[in-house]
Each structure stands twice: as C-alpha cells, then as structure tokens.
C-alpha cells in the first residue's frame, strides 16, 4: 500500500488523539473525579482509526463498553466525550450517559454500550433504515471477541445477511472477554471464519496494522455502500491495560504477552513505518503531538469544570413529547 | 404507662352499668378528678370522675353497651408513671356501707375487651372504612353511636348515612337507656307493689298567703325563688314526722322502719323523670328546703345527681301543679311506700258550713304500698298532711320545735 | 342555497347516514396499520409468518401483499434480532412495528426493549428517540398452555420510558394503534389472542385515540370494576349479572396502562367507595396491585373497603381447559367477588 500524506498523518493524529485521551481519562480515574468505571482503549487505536476513515458524518457507528475510541473517531469531540465520562452537564450526553452510553446523532453515532452484543442487532435496524430510505448510509458494527458466542450476535448478522443489509461488523479480537481467554470460550476461535456461517465474507486482518486495517475496512465499507451486504472483518489486536481501570490485567495474562502486543504499538508502527518510507517527516508527527496533546488537556480543564447537572431536571426526557 | 379505667360499682345494688357519654375524647388530658364519662344505672345517669391524672388513650367499651361492674371500660396514660390498675371510682357522696362482695370484684376487673381492642389494635374507637370517618366527620356523626354493618363490624358508609338520617328525623330523642330504666322501674313497681290510693281535696287558702308572704324574704335570703313544691315537701315531712309508722319500706318480707325523714322530689328532665331525696326533711327550714331542692332540680338536669343523692327516700312528692291536672294517681318507686301526687291549685266550689262558695283548692292524691300500710293508716297519714297544708303556719316552726305532736 | 353549501349540506347529510361499521377486532388493527403504512414510508412491520401468511392471527393479512417485502417482512425466530433491529431502525429514522406475536416471546426481547429501547431517550439526554411499536398478543384461549398464554404486561408498565397499551374493543385497537406508530416513544402494543374474532363498531373515517385515557363502558354507583383486555368483555356480563342482582357496577376499561388514566379510576371510586380490578395477571407485583396503591395513596378516604383484585390465580398456565378456566377469572368468579366486595 502507498498511502498519501494526508491519510497518514490524518490516521495517526486520530490515534494519536484516542491515545491521549484514554491515558488523560485513566489519570483522571485515578485523582478520584472520575465516577463509574472506564474500560480504555489503549492498544487498539489502529481499529478505531482505520474504519471510521471511511466513514461520512452520516454513516451509523454502534459500539461497546470499551468505546471511547469509536467515539472519538467518529466526530464525538473530546471536550464533550471527556465531560460525558464525568457525569457532568458539558457531556454529550448532559452527564446522564457516562463511558458506556455515549450518543451523538450529529455523527451518527448510535451509541457505546453496556451491555454486551445488543449493538449487533441494533446496528442491523439501522442499516435496514439506511436501505429503505435508499440514502447510501452503511453502519458499521463494532464488538468484541465476547459478543461473538452471544446470542445476539448470531440473530443479528443472521438478519443483515439474510436481508443483505448496508453493515459492515468488526470484531476486535482482544484475546480476552473480561478475564475469558478467548480460546477457553470457543472452539472455533477464528471469527472471521464465522461469515461462512451467513454466507458473507469473513475477513481477518492485523487490528494493529492501521493501513491494513483502513484498506480492509475500506472494501467492506465500499461493498456494503453498492449494496452488496455485510462483511464480517476480525481484528487481531490486544488491550495493554486491564478490563477495566482497577483491574490490573495480569491475573489472566502473563506480562511477557502484554509487553510482546506493546512492542507492537500501533501508534509507534505507523510512525516508524511512515518515516522509513518517507511518507511524512518527523516533525509532522512531532506537531500532531504537540497538538494533541494540548487539546486533550483543554478538553480535560473543560470537563473537569462543567458543571454537575441540575436535580431538577432528573425526570426529562423519560418521554419524549 | 396505661392505667385501666372500670365500670364503677357505683351504688349497693348496681351489678351492671352503661357509658351514656365521654366527656373527654382520646387524646385529651384529664386531671384527677375531672369528670370522664356519664355511666347510666339502675336508679339514674351519674357522672364519674377520673381517679388519676392521664390522657384519655383509648375507649374500649362503646357507647351504650351495659357491662358488669369492673369491666375495663377504657385505658388512660399515665405521664410517665407505672401501671396502675383502677379502682372503683367513688362518687361524690362517701358510698353506703360497702359489701365486701362488690369491692372484690371490683380489684379483679373482668377484662371483657370489645373486638376492636382484643386485635391489639392501636386505633382510636370502632373499626371504620376510610369513607365513613370522613363522612362523620363531615356529617358530625358520632362514630361510638353507630353499629357497623360491615365485614367484621365495620362501619362503613351506609352505616353512617342511616344515622345521620335518624338524627335529622328524631331531633330530640329521648335517653334511650334512661327511658328503658324508668319503664324497668315502673313495671316492677306496678307488678310487686300492692297500690291503692286515698285522696283528699284540701283548702290551699292558707297555703297561698303563707306562700306570699315567704316569697321575698326566702328570695333576699337564698336568692333564690320559693315554691309551692317547697312548702309541700315540708308539710310531707311534717305529716311524716307525726306519722311513724308510715315512715317504713317493705323489704325482704318484713317492714323495715327508717329513723330519718327522708323524701324524694318527683323532677321532670328532657331525659325523663328523676327522684332525688331530700335527706331530714323534718329538720330542714324552708330556706334550706328551697335551697336543697333548687340544687338538686339544677344537677338532675345537667344529669349530675350521684347515687347518694338517688338513694334511701320513704316515698315521693310529685307535683304537677304547674300542669293542668286537677288531680292524679302516681305509682311508687321501687324501695320506697308511698308517693304524694299533687294536682293544681285552681278555683273551685266549695262548701262551708252549708254555704256554697268559691276557694283556692287542691287535690291530694296518695298511694300507698298495702304491705306498709293498710287504709286507716294511709287515711290518717293523708289528713295529718292535709290538715298541714290548710294550716301551714306550723312548717314555718323551728326544726327543734317540731317534735312530736 | 349555494351550489357549494348545498353540497356541503348534502355531504353532511350522507355523513350522518352513513351506517355504522361492525368489524373485528383484528381487522380494526390491520386497517390501522394499513392506514398509516400508506402515510409514512418510514414504517415497515416484521415479524414471524407477517408477511405472505398474514400472521398467525390473520394480523397482518393484506399488509405484505399491499406494501411488498421491503417494508412487510417475515423474520427468522429470533426475538431478540427482530427487537434489536427495531429499535437500531427507530434510532436511524424509520417508525418500525415488530410484531412479536406471542406476548410469551418478548421474554427473550426483554434485554433490547429495557436496556435499550426504553433508555435511550433518556440518557442520550433527548438526542435519539425510539420510535417503534412491539407488537403481541398476550393471554390464554383455547388452552394455549403454559407458553403461549403469558399476561405479563405489567412489567413494561414498571419501566419508565416505555408505553403500554392494552385495548379491548375493535374501536379502541384501531385508534391506539395509529397514536402508538405515530408516537415518537417506544411503544408496547398487547392485544389479546382471545378476542381476534369479536366485534364491535368502527368508523370507517380516521380517527385517534389518546394514550391515557380510560372509558367508563358501563356507568353505575355501586362498585367500580377496573378491567383489562379480555377481563373487559367478562366484566360487562358480570356487570349485567349482577344488575339483576341489584348491584349497580361501573366498568372501567383503561385501554392503556402506561400512561394510566388514574384521574378516571379515582373519580369512580370516589362515586362507589368500593373497587375492584378484574386481570387476567396474576395478583402479585401486577396491575391490579397497582391500582390497589395508588387509590390507597391518593384516595384512601373514598374507599369504604379494601381493594379487591380478582386476578389469575398463582400457577403456571395450565393445558387442560378445566384448570385453565378455573385458574383466570371467569364471569362467574368476578360476579362473586364483586358481590362479596359490596356486601363487605
């Protein structure tokens, strides 16, 4: 592959910014001012980033538990996601979602998670939606290696490809479903093989290898928005964090594993790669750096002082109208 | 703490007794002492007083239910004292010689508990649907006058729209427990004593001007306004005084004699016809007379009269003077020989030496219980009362004078 | 006159004289849903055996052959997809009715319809609404059995941000069903399996009908009988039974539970003081417990005795026809209860 400029740079400054935004929440977690739980995506930016390249506004994202990455990689802006995780009035979500129930249909995006797999048949609905209204829009259907033996996941691609409907389900395999290895859940412990169970193309790729990732993303996009159907792509990446902030991850995985997936960082990979063959200049990356990293530090200043919520507005929206 | 508070043996005969009002509500404070309820007996309505200080806590007995005496009628609290059991509250008067029997029941009381309390329900007053509290409330229906007609005896609405619909209809209904005891007492009078009746008609000339001529000076010195009743139940006593063996209750098969003078005085209330006693009628002047019997007419009337005040009478005076009856036949209170019935003075023809003329008159009508007393006796009796009326200048003598004739 | 008022009067004339529909109760559901399918392209309907078969009650018959496969579809037996695809369609744009057909199933939609379907309103803080109606039947007939005759709609009515109708007459399936897909809220549409075939009166011309409010079917001064569904149809013979009896019954129907018209209960009962709640549910955590508390909460000085629910009794839906009628209320059972609730 020989990506322009343009997509490199604007490939890593997306992982660039899912990187620095997860590390600003784990620390944010970490002070006390955070409520709940995050689960951060660090490790797996190159899959957030590689799909939702192809993604236009109006395209349909659904997602997970661990969604921070899809949310930002989608449009949500840092500011917004970062106040959301704090509970507070600045949030997209007016501080009543949190980490796993961040919205925004002005990106499309239909939603992180808490429960594991409804996204499946969800994202389904939507591109049943997209097809009815003839409009072009495909969804993308982000999940984990834990959906995959999950009921719901069986009926919901059953459906889309049943109904050859404009989805595209990425599976990020992190080798781990909270503390369930991967091959302890499954026999068959290659997803992509799955497609065949639906007649559509199951696709495996390196999850960490973002332009493997983008070209691969990009031709099940491509085929979903010809109206062709789903395509099931399997990314093979790793967490280097626990499940969750407060799980140290180390109980079920050796640290020889985590530091073998870290030599792979994504981010440095690109970087490397992009330098080596001259596909941009250190400085490039040093400024996208720079960059990042000041907005991500406004976008926490900007959460850390919006404001709680009024109590007095806990019982809008149960209905609407 | 709660203190029990009994059906109070209340006279020597009184083996049963009915609550016929609360002056206090639960949640009222009573002071020991204060009147807390009205109990209905044998003889009368009296009002008894709390023996302790307390806040009225709950009323377990309903109203116009009869219960032995030392049922538990009702609990107080006490501020924050021990539990003490009541005793027998003691009505005004010190009680008659007290039978041991009456005492023991009354320091065991028989805890028999209305349904409501026995649940060990803390609710004030008869069970009662939601709907129908209301209803009295609005309607300013008693609810501890109302049978519930409901499941388990509850009051429920219907219930409290048939009272309020008998209230409106009978405004001024009589006591009906007071009623029941005077046709108690009367039919057991008729049906146990032997009556007959002698009468006279007697010159009340006399009467009248001595009757005049007491009028301001009895008013300046008690304030109080002198009756014809008045004089009548002195010339009563008189005539009594001098007629012994008149003076006497047939009791337990034999004549019992009394030593005392004492009469009752017939008072018509809006509840019915009381009698209390005027104790040493004999020895009382007029002034003392009227004074007695104004006191007395005033407690019959707010249903204050205590038992003493019921108790121990030969016989009665009852004047319906006031009324237009010439003359009637009055029928004698259980436990006593004889009643005086009185019609009113009006102008009659009478016959002196053998001239035709017209005098003031009045009829003296007096039965007699024919165990006591046969005719003669009566007879005798009735013209020793009619020779006072028509010289009534002896009822003005001092009590010592007034010895035996 | 003028030609044109002439007209007019003429048209209102025509309007007056019209004469009255009677339809069934199925029917005055497809009418509703055809009626709409032809306004909004946005709504599309699936379900197991919707499509060419029309539903395994006739539910749906006409709908496939009018509107095609693109927007009347049968689905795979997969509750859950068919759900979760529904509300991801409600949440992309589209008004979509998910026809479970047995209230029983939902059971495996519950997941998509509580977590999903009735929070996203909330918690994307207004931003996505969920506009799409479940549709089932639920209760027993003809012994259904202990699968296919669940009356369990009061759990959707314990979740907040989920609407839950109930209808009982032909008229009312049809204006509820048009406000439901109409309504920009999750919606839980229960018909009941037994009264596909009974009919009643409906306008030919369109009509709605409110969320949230009840009709008083039978008006009386006794007792106020709450009913549901099938429980309604029993109630008015009841009713009439017990009129011979001298027992005057106003019934009650609430025709949704979610938003209850509680105004309505409340105002009866403050005429008869005596209430009872006729559900083919059972007593426990359901409907008529309900309405026990909040006439307890707000109109305990009405109440001239406890509240009575007659209910299903508490066992699994039996097959055999005996213990089937036995265990639901029968006309016969709510004429007794009611009786004993008046004389109490």
């Known amino acids: 592959m020989n990506p322009s400029q343009e997509l490199v740079l604007s490939l890593y400054r997306t992982m660039v910014e899912i990187r620095e935004f997860e590390m600003k929440a784990r620390e944010i977690f970490r002070s006390g001012k955070m409520p709940g739980f995050i689960h951060v995506y660090v490790g797996e930016e190159a899959v957030a980033a590689g799909v939702c390249a192809h993604l236009r506004k109006d395209d349909y994202v659904t997602s997970t538990h661990r969604g921070h990455g899809h949310a930002l990689a989608k449009g949500i802006s840092p500011h917004e996601a970062m106040a959301e995780l704090m509970g507070k009035v600045g949030g997209c979500c007016g501080g009543r979602g949190g980490t796993m129930h961040l919205y925004e249909p002005a990106v499309g995006f239909l939603g992180t998670n808490g429960v594991v797999a409804p996204g499946i048949p969800m994202a389904a609905g939507a591109a049943m939606g997209a097809k009815l209204r003839k409009s072009g829009q495909v969804t993308v259907c982000f999940f984990g290696d834990g959906a995959v033996n999950n009921g719901a996941f069986h009926e919901g691609v059953n459906l889309a490809a049943t109904w050859n409907l404009p989805v595209v389900f990425v599976c990020e395999n992190n080798l781990y479903a909270t503390e369930m290895p991967w091959k302890k859940a499954t026999k068959n412990t290659n997803v992509a093989s799955r497609g065949a169970a639906y007649a559509i193309p199951g696709v495996q790729v390196d999850g960490n290898d973002v332009l493997a990732v983008y070209e691969k993303a990009g031709e099940a996009i491509d085929r979903a928005r010809r109206g062709e159907g789903p395509t099931l792509i399997e990314c093979l990446t790793y967490r280097w964090f626990g499940h969750h902030e407060g799980d140290p991850g180390i109980s079920y995985r050796s640290k020889e594993e985590i530091e073998g997936w870290k030599q792979r960082d994504p981010v440095k990979r690109l970087r490397e790669l992009a330098l080596t063959s001259h596909w941009a200049e250190a400085k490039d990356f040093e400024e996208i750096d720079a960059e990042v990293r000041q907005l991500i530090e406004k976008a926490a200043e900007f959460a850390v002082s919006s404001p709680e919520p009024e109590v007095s507005t806990a019982l809008d929206h149960v209905y609407t109208r | ?105 009354v320091s ?16 004030e007053g008869p069970p009662a649907s939601p709907r129908a509290r209301r209803l009295a409330r609005e309607l300013g229906v008693d609810l501890f006058t109302v049978r519930g007609a409901g499941a388990g005896g509850r009051i429920v609405e219907e219930d409290i ?63 109080l306004k002198l009756t014809f009743t008045d004089l009548l139940l002195k010339a009563l006593g008189l005539a009594l005084k001098e007629t012994p063996e008149m003076n006497a209750v047939w009791e337990e098969g034999a004549i019992n004699p009394r030593d005392t003078v004492d009469l009752g005085l017939a008072i018509a209330t809006e509840r019915g016809v009381v009698a209390p006693v005027v104790k040493n009628v004999d020895r009382l002047d007029l002034a003392e007379i009227t004074r007695l019997r104004s006191e007395l007419a005033e407690k019959a009337r707010q249903s204050r009269l205590s038992l003493a005040d019921l108790e121990g009478g030969v016989g009665t005076l009852s004047n319906l003077g006031m009324a237009r009856v010439d003359h009637f036949q009055a029928i004698i209170i259980p436990g006593q020989s004889f009643v005086l019935a009185v019609g009113r003075i009006a102008k009659r023809p009478w016959v002196e030496n053998t001239t035709l003329t017209v005098r003031p008159t009045v009829m003296l009508t007096l039965s007699v219980d024919h165990r006591v007393a046969d005719g003669a006796a009566a007879a005798q009796f009735l013209g020793k009362v009619a020779e006072i009326v028509e010289n009534p200048y002896r009822i003005l003598r001092r009590q010592d004078e007034s010895g035996s004739q | 006159m003028t030609g044109e008022a002439k007209a007019a009067a003429e048209g209102a004339v025509s309007q007056a004289q019209a004469p009255e529909r009677i339809i069934s109760y199925v029917e005055a559901g497809i009418e509703a849903i055809r009626e709409e399918m032809r306004r909004d392209p946005t709504i599309f309907y699936i379900g197991q055996g919707i499509g060419p078969r029309g539903g395994n009650f006739q539910q749906s018959r006409g709908l496939w052959v009018e509107f095609g496969e693109e927007r009347v579809r049968d689905t795979p037996i997969s ?144 007792v106020t ?43 009866s009962v403050a005429k008869t003081g005596r209430l009872a709640v006729a559900d083919e549910a059972y007593a426990t955590c359901g409907f008529a417990a309900e309405v026990a508390a909040l006439v307890s909460e707000e109109a305990l000085d009405d109440l001239d005795a406890p509240v009575r629910r007659i209910c299903a009794l508490p066992a699994p839906h039996a097959f055999s026809p005996t213990l089937d009628d036995y265990l639901r209320p029968s006309v016969d059972r709510i004429v007794r209860e009611v009786t004993a609730l008046v004389k109490s």
């Open chain 3, 79 to 222: 509750e859950l997809g068919q759900t979760g695809l529904g509300i991801g369609a409600a949440m992309s744009g589209c008004r979509p009715i998910v026809d479970i057909v047995f209230l029983d199933f939902m059971l495996t939609s519950l997941d998509q319809i509580v977590q999903q379907a009735s929070t996203i309103h909330y918690i994307s803080n207004g931003k996505f609404t969920v506009p799409v109606v479940i549709r089932a039947a639920m209760g027993g007939a003809r012994s259904t059995g202990p699968h296919h005759s669940h009356t369990f709609y009061s759990f959707f009515m314990h979740i907040p941000g989920l609407k839950v109708a109930v209808p009982a007459m032909p008229y009312d399936l049809k204006g509820l069903m048009k406000t439901a897909i109409r309504d920009d809220n999750p919606v839980l549409f229960i018909e009941h399996k037994g009264i596909y075939s009974t009919k009643g009166r409906v306008p030919a011309e369109e009509y709605t009908i409110p969320f949230g409010q009840a009709v008083v079917c039978r008006p009386g001064n006794d």
């Open chain 2, 161 to 223: 729209r048939k009272a309020a619909e008998g209230a409106r209809v009978k405004p001024l209904a009589p006591d009906l427990r007071r009623r029941q005891l005077i046709a108690e007492k009367m039919t057991k009078s008729i049906q146990t004593i032997p009556h007959f009746s002698v009468s006279a008609e007697v010159n009340a000339e006399r009467l009248i001007s001595l009757h005049e001529s007491l009028k301001l000076p009895i008013e300046k010195a008690s304030g």
């Open chain 3, 225 to 267: 009988l709450v009913a549901v569904s099938l429980m309604v149809l029993r109630a008015l013979e009841a009713a009439e039974i017990l009129a011979r009896q001298g027992i005057s019954v106003e019934v009650i129907d609430p025709r949704t539970v979610a938003p209850l018209d509680k105004a309505a209960i409340l105002r």
């Open chain 2, 1 to 105: 703490m709660d203190i029990s508070v009994v059906m109070p043996q209340l006279g020597l005969t009184m083996t049963e007794g009915t609550v016929t009002a609360w002056l206090k509500k639960p949640g009222d404070k009573v002071a020991q002492g204060e009147m807390l309820f009205v109990v209905s007996t044998d003889k009368a309505d009296m009002e008894v007083e709390s023996l302790t200080e307390g806040t009225l806590k709950q009323i377990v007995v309903e109203l116009g239910r009869t219960v032995p005496v030392g049922t538990v009628i009702a609990y107080l609290e006490k501020p924050g004292g021990e539990t003490v059991v009541g005793a027998a509250p003691v009505a005004a008067a010190p009680p008659p010689p007290p039978v041991q029997a009456s005492l023991e029941e």
């Open chain 2, 108 to 123: 065991a009381p028989m805890p028999e508990i209305a349904p409501a309390a026995a649940e060990g329900a803390r609710r």
